[in-house]
T-cell receptor
Framework: GENVEQHPSTLSVQEGDSAVIKCTYS??????FPWYKQELGKRPQLIID?????GEKKDQRIAVTLNKTAKHFSLHITETQPEDSAVYFC????????????FGTGTRLQVTL | EPEVTQTPSHQVTQMGQEVILRCVPI?????FYWYRQILGQKVEFLVSFYNNEISEKSEIFDDQFSVERPDGSNFTLKIRSTKLEDSAMYFCASTQQGYEQYFGPGTRLTVT
């Protein structure tokens, strides 16, 4: 089955700096890659996603890039703010079958003042 | 904006007891899921449900687990005989077309 690796496990950046979180997946048939933000004790919240026919997608301060050849995708957050502090999870799935999401192990992002 | 809702927010039960976790997916969504998250760990898939039947289940979802959509709005997860290792946060999720999955707020299950 699908396996998703995520790095780093923790990331500390100063406010205003950029943060990059990287994921790799194992199943070359995966074609949908969402990113979730989870604040302490809260639900995972979908913040951005990318489909396999696109190499990059941007939404204000967040962007996601996908390299299908390398089976690698990344989350980029620019101009980080304290409210960006949370755990971020990448995930992958096979769409068309509405199949399960396979999650990475999470990255705890801390934005310091 | 419509959201997935779940009840209860916290359930404490004794080992061996049955629990039912309830979810109301977003109304026009067609695909429903249960995931669980042990404290401090990643989110793990349990089961997916479409057209009134299970589409896929993980190895965690053994004979002690069952799901049901008893009416047009509720989606339930039953654990027949809870074990200590079932203690986790259980999330329900739904999606309309199989892409964006939206999660509920979760039920924290504590088995003592």
């Amino acid at each position: 089955g699908e396996n998703v690796e995520q790095h780093p496990s923790t990331l500390s950046v100063q406010e205003g700096d950029s943060a990059v979180i990287k994921c790799t997946y194992s199943d070359s048939a995966s074609n949908y890659f969402p990113w979730y933000k989870q604040e302490l004790g809260k639900r995972p919240q979908l913040i951005i996603d990318i489909r396999s026919n696109v190499g990059e997608k941007k939404d204000q301060r967040i962007a996601v890039t996908l390299n299908k050849t390398a089976k690698h995708f990344s989350l980029h957050i620019t101009e980080t703010q304290p409210e960006d502090s949370a755990v971020y999870f990448c995930a992958a799935n096979l769409t068309g079958t509405a199949s399960k999401l396979t999650f990475g192990t999470g990255t705890r992002l801390q934005v310091t003042l | 904006e419509p959201e997935v809702t779940q009840t209860p927010s916290h359930q404490v039960t004794q080992m061996g007891q049955e629990v039912i976790l309830r979810c109301v997916p977003i109304s026009n969504h067609l695909y429903f899921y249960w995931y669980r998250q042990i404290l401090g760990q990643k989110v793990e898939f349990l089961v997916s449900f479409y057209n009134n039947e299970i589409s896929e289940k993980s190895e965690i979802f053994d004979d002690q687990f069952s799901v049901e959509r008893p009416d047009g709005s509720n989606f339930t997860l039953k654990i027949r005989s809870t074990k200590l290792e079932d203690s986790a946060m259980y999330f329900c999720a739904s999606t309309q077309q199989g892409y964006e999955q939206y999660f509920g707020p979760g039920t924290r299950l504590t088995v003592t």
